[in-house]
Each structure stands twice: as C-alpha cells, then as structure tokens.
C-alpha cells in the first residue's frame, strides 16, 4: 500500500500516540538519567574525599612529624618576607645595609610592578610572584660589586634572583686623585615571594 | 490475543465464530441466505476493526502444482505473476504457495508452487458487501485444504503421502499432502440422506471414494504407485471402524480412523478446548494457523493493512513507554543506590574527619597545613640554592686576563637564568639547566696598527677562556677589523693609531657549563 492512499484520519489518533509515548519515554529516559549521572558524580566526589580524609587520617603521625620539622623554617621565611605580601620596606632596608657595609658610591634602584613570576617550581598552594629590582652602583673596584652582592644576601632580606649584571668602565679622564667611581655596575634582580593562594582568594573575593 | 472474527462458507451454510485467548466463542451456524448475511453483518457491527478471516468449503476450487526455477525478489513475482496469469487468467482470487523445494540430489532443487484459485466468487459476495460496507478488515479468503494443512502437519504422518478424509459441511473432503505440504484437494457431495442408496453402509462410501482419489492420485502422478500412502479419516463419531477393512489391503497402503481425543492429542489441545466436529476444527485451526497465503485481492485486504498499521503502531507505543519505564526505572535504581552508597560514605567521611581532628588537636600549632609547610620550605631551599652571583664568571674572566696583559677589559655582562636568556625574559621551565653566559667587550693595549698580531692575540685569549674547565663555549661576537668579504672596509695605513683608542676592540661571549 503506497503511502500517499493511506487513511491517515484513520492512523491520527496511533501516531499520536506513538509520539506521546516516545516524548514520554525520551522525558524519562532523560531525567531519571541526569538525576543517575549526577548522584554518581557525586558518590565519586564522596569516595575522592573520603580517600583523601582516610589518608590524612592514617598519615597523622608523618603530619605531626612534618609540622614540627617545617614550621620553623616557615616562619623564619614568613618573618624575612619571603612568605606574604612583598617586603619593599626590607629590600630597601637591605640596599641601604649593604651600601653601607661595602662602602660603595651611591645605590639607585628601581622596582617593577608584582607579577606572577614564570619560575616553575613545585609550590602547590602558593604563587610564587616576582618584583623586579634594578640596582646601578657605582664602585671603586670590580670586587666591590662581590662584596656588596655578599653584604645584601647577608641582610636575608627575602628570597631574590641575581638575573643580569652589566660592568662598565667610568668615562677615563686625566689620573686623579679623587675618590669617585671607576666602574658603574647595573644588575637586575627579581624578589621572589610565596603567597598563599587560598588567602589571595579569599581577599580578592 | 486478538479476537479474530472467522467464517466458513459452504454452498449450503455459514458458520460464524469469534476467535479469542486460543479458543473458538460464540460459534453460530445458519443456512447460507439471508439469515446469515444478516446475522454477519450484525457480528461486523458487534465487533468493529476486528480481522475478518474467510474460509469457504467448495467445489468451485482448483489446484495446480508447478515446478519453477528457484529466483528470488523481482524475478520471482514476476514469474509468478505470469504463471498465475497462463492458469487462471479471469479468476478474481487466486494464489501462489510456496510447497517447498525439490528434495532430489543432483537436481536444480527447484521450487515447488501451489496454485490454488477460488473459481467463483458468488459464495462470497454478500459478505464481502458487508465487509466492504463496514470497513472491516479482512485478514483473508482461504480455501478449507489450505487451513488443514495444519492439522496434517500437527498429525505427523510417518508416510510421505496422507490422504486426509474429513466429513464437512460441504460434502466429502479428501486432502492430498506430500510431505506435509497440501498438493491437491476434492469434495464430493456426500448426504446419504439424499441419496437413493442412504442406507447405504457410510464406511462403505468413504471407501469408495478414498479409492477414486487414489487412483487420480496414481494417474496424475502426484504420487508414485510404488510410494506409501496413509489415508487418515476424522472419524469423531467413531463409526467408521470397518473402513480400514474396506480398503484395498496393500502394502504401500494403510488407514488411521483418527478420534477427536487423537486429533486433540496431536494438536496439543485439551477436549474442551477444541469443537467436536469437523468444521469447527477448522475455524479453530483457521483462528490458531491462518495459512499465509490468501486468495484476496490485495485491495480487499487494504483495511486489513490498516489494521495491523494501527496495531503495530500501538504495540510500538506500548514498548516505547515500557523500555522508557524499564529504562528510567534502572536509571533511579542505580541513582538510588547511589544516594545510599553516598551517604555510607559521608558517614565514614565524618568517621575519620572525627579521628583526624582528634589527633589534630595535639598537633603544634601551624599557619598553615603540614603539606603547604613543607612545600614553601623546599620551594625557597630550591630558589635558595639557584641563587648565584657574577664571581664565578668574573673569576674566569680574571684567569685569562691574567696570561694577556695587553688585553684591557672595557665591559662586562652577565646573566644568569634557564635557556639561552635571563628568566626575566624567556620563561624558564624546571628541566632546562641554568647557565651563566655574558658578553665581555675589551681591546689589545697597546695596539700600533697591526691587525694581524691583534687577531692572533684575540684567537690566543678566546682559547685560553675556552680551556677552562667551567667554561662550555667562547665566541668572538666583533674583531677590531671586519674580515667578513660582503662589508665595506675603509681606513688608512698613515693613521696613528696610538691617538685612536679603542681601535682594536673586540667582543666575546662567554658560557659557562651548567652547575649541577
């Protein structure tokens, strides 16, 4: 029987019926579905979470144990600034120290915005962001620039990268015998710091 | 089970019944006139968009059995069309049975095909007018051999031929089946009431006539003399036990009086389930094995397609709710299991949070977690240790100026980082190594204009850097004269070059091996 000869009057009401019932059962099939994905979802978010709080529960004893061995170290990094919010006034601090116990002509500086540093370095928790520092110290001698670079880690300001030093002879004149600058030595350093990022999330909510 | 609406027609009566739950209900009989188109049509109306199956009982029947070659699809209906055409060429219904195919080995395997054709369609015009009037769906017309085909299947004859005999309304009806398969039909008026000779012995009769169609059967060669044939005999009233007697007693010859317990036996059916007498059987097995073939137009049977459209669109609903159930119903069973697992699992959750906390309690007091404790530590012992300053590279720088004294050092630049640039520049991944490089710029003091000796003292100096043992490569990056052949060259031999300083600088860039 061709299609076109059909009495569709006829199979009207059965197809209907045929399309309820496919909506029906598509509608059922589809929540029933959604509502079984989602409680599995959630199951495997449990089990995660319970296997994270079984381990932490079993490994109790090598958490105390890490507690008491790393708080120290922690706290000292805390106190030199290497841990929170950057420590300008420390760095500055330090230049100044460092100047002096060198003896050096004069320190100028210059620092850079923070920014996320692109060091990699496992510091799960904590972004590790970066100020960079741009020092110009003018020197009698090539080995003041060492003995200030010793006299400034000496402060334990915070954690730093020496990155670039650039040595260049002053402008020659006429021997003189006055005490001024021979060498100009221009170095790039990045202050590096450690901040909790579930903190930063809170305080940026 | 659907109720199926089943007639038998024979020239002299009708019989009416309805089909239902695998048994025959409301089984009606009249005389084949008015009174029974009458009561038909009120059936019809009774039982709307119910399959009507038509089985008439007549001698206007013809039976013709071919052999055709075995084609399939387009090949075969037309073969078949054509054949049906060359046999019964005016007749409105008429069919094709496939019977089968050739048994002999070594042969084509040909196919073997029933021609069956209803003759004239007078019997059945009134109720067809019914039919037609009411729209009822009409599943068929079959001829009563046709629907006992089941039965001489059901009986299993141990033969190849079966002769089956049945008393009917319509007269003596003598089946011829091959195999199972129905070859060839014949009724003859059999009222003995009628007859001058009525009391003549019944067992008799049957025999007489069981041996007309033996001998067409012999003669037509539908079965060979030489072949078994069982002749089985509905005998429901049990009073034909002296026609096996009555038979010619050969060898390839033999009787079985079948009573209705056997015939019930062989159809798997209990004695209250099935009529006691023979054309009743045959509606019921009408209703239970309607034969595939009809002799309907299939015009006639258009309604009949309708119907089973509707039904299969019904039926297809009904199973697309019940897959969606079953379905959805698995889906909240395993969601519900999943709510129970989730909550024994918060449970031991808060089991061991409970047991951690407790020991937690005891812990010293910290900013933060042991795991973040630890990680700062070693993420500033590791930048700690990455730290360097410019000595090391000085140092190097020192050592060779030391065997060059003519060489005066003018610039220094150093950096220090991961790859071939300072981490300020290029980001620095864990794995590359870090490596102190620079750029020295110095010049041959004193130089008195010959740049042949500068160059050698340059190449001298630049491998006594590269000889260190911490230095991985030395390259001179500018010589005091430009020997590349593409650049412009300008100067003067009468220069005096001890009052331009700076005329044999040079540069070269330093790298040092990385630290491990």
């Known amino acids: ?205 | 089970m659907a109720t199926k609406i089943l007639v038998s027609l024979t020239a002299r009566s009708a019989r009416f019944a309805l089909f239902e739950r695998g048994a025959l209900a409301q089984l009606a009989g009249y005389d084949n006139g008015e009174a029974a188109w009458s009561a038909f049509g009120a059936l019809l109306q009774q039982h709307p968009n119910t399959p009507v199956y038509l089985m008439l009982d007549t001698v206007e029947e013809e039976y013709r059995t071919e052999v055709l070659p075995h084609v399939r699809g387009g090949a075969r209906r037309d073969m078949l069309q054509r054949k049906l055409g060359q046999l019964f060429r005016t007749v409105p219904y008429r069919a094709t049975w496939l019977q089968g195919r050739e048994q002999s080995s070594g042969k084509r395997r040909d196919d073997i095909y029933l021609f069956l054709a209803l003759m004239s369609g007078e019997l059945l015009r009134p109720y067809l007018d019914h039919i037609q009037r009411q729209r009822a769906p009409l599943a068929g017309i079959y001829l009563l051999p046709q629907v006992s085909q089941a039965l001489a299947t059901q009986l299993k004859c141990a033969t190849p031929g079966a002769l089956l005999v049945s008393n009917q309304q319509g007269g003596l009806r003598q089946s011829f089946f091959l195999h199972g398969r129905l070859r060839i039909s014949r009724l003859t008026p059999f009222d003995l009431q009628g007859d001058p000779q009525g009391d003549r012995d019944v067992a008799q009769h049957y025999a007489e006539e069981i041996e007309k169609s033996r001998l067409f059967l012999y003669n037509s060669r539908l079965l060979p003399r030489e072949a078994r044939l069982t002749v089985q005999v509905l005998d429901f009233d049990n009073n034909l036990a002296a026609l096996p007697a009555q038979l010619p007693q050969e060898a390839s010859l033999g009787c079985q009086c079948l009573s209705f317990e056997q015939v019930c036996a062989a159809l798997g059916s209990t004695t209250t389930q099935l009529p006691r007498d023979s054309e009743a059987l045959h509606l019921y097995l009408l209703g239970k094995y309607p034969p595939p073939v009809s002799l309907a137009a299939a015009q006639l049977t258009g309604d009949f397609t309708v119907h089973r459209l509707r039904l299969g669109l019904y039926a297809t609903s009904a199973a697309l709710v019940a897959l969606g159930v079953l379905w959805s119903g698995y889906n909240l069973m395993r969601g519900y299991a999943n709510q129970a697992e989730i909550k024994s699992v918060m449970a031991d959750s808060a089991r061991y949070r409970a047991q951690y906390e407790a020991a937690a309690r005891h812990f010293p007091a910290a900013p933060v977690s042991a795991e973040k404790l630890r990680r700062a530590v070693d993420a500033a012992g590791q930048i700690k240790q990455l730290g360097r300053t410019p000595e090391s590279f000085m140092q190097t720088v020192a050592h060779g100026l030391d065997a060059f004294p003519q060489v005066q050092l003018n610039r220094m630049e150093w950096h220090y980082g991961a790859g071939p640039s300072a981490i300020g520049a290029q980001a620095a991944t864990a794995n590359a190594p870090w490596q102190q490089r620079g750029e020295i710029e110095a010049e041959i003091r004193p130089f008195t204009g010959d740049y042949r000796s500068a160059l050698t003292q340059i190449e001298r100096f630049a491998a006594a850097l590269r000889a260190q043992t911490n230095v991985a490569e030395v390259t001179i990056a500018k010589l005091p004269v430009d020997l590349d052949p593409s650049a412009t060259l300008r100067g003067s031999t009468q220069d005096n070059v001890e009052t331009k300083p700076g005329a044999a600088q040079f540069k070269l860039n330093i790298v040092l091996k990385a630290e491990s």
Not at chain 1, 62 to 88: C, F, M, V
Not at chain 1, 130 to 147: A, F, R, W
Not at chain 1, 164 to 177: N, T
Not at chain 1, 187 to 199: G, K, N, R, T
């Open chain 1, 1 to 205: 029987m061709k299609l076109s000869k059909l009495p569709w009057g006829i199979l009207r009401a059965p197809l209907l019926l045929l399309a309820a019932a496919a909506a029906l059962s598509v509608t059922l099939v589809y929540f029933s579905y959604q509502w079984s994905a989602a409680s599995g979802a959630q199951l495997a978010r449990e089990r995660a979470a319970l296997s994270g709080i079984r381990q932490k529960s079993a490994q109790v004893d090598q958490e105390k144990q890490l507690i008491e061995r790393y708080r120290g170290p922690y706290e000292a990094l805390q106190r030199g600034g290497a841990i929170g919010a950057e420590q300008r006034v420390n760095w500055l601090d330090a230049l100044r120290a460092a100047n002096q116990a060198v003896q050096t002509l004069g320190v100028d500086y210059q620092l850079s915005q923070q920014a996320a540093s692109n060091l990699k370095l496992d510091t799960a928790g904590f972004k590790l962001q970066q100020t960079t520092m741009k020092i110009n110290i003018k020197l009698l001698h090539e080995e003041d620039l060492q003995h200030f670079l010793r006299a400034l880690d000496a402060q334990q300001a915070g954690l730093y990268l020496l990155q670039s030093c650039v040595l260049s002879r002053s402008a020659g004149g006429a021997f003189s015998v006055r005490f001024e600058p021979k060498l100009g030595a221009e170095c790039e350093l990045a202050w590096l710091s450690l901040v909790d990022a579930a903190q930063e999330n809170v305080s940026g909510q």
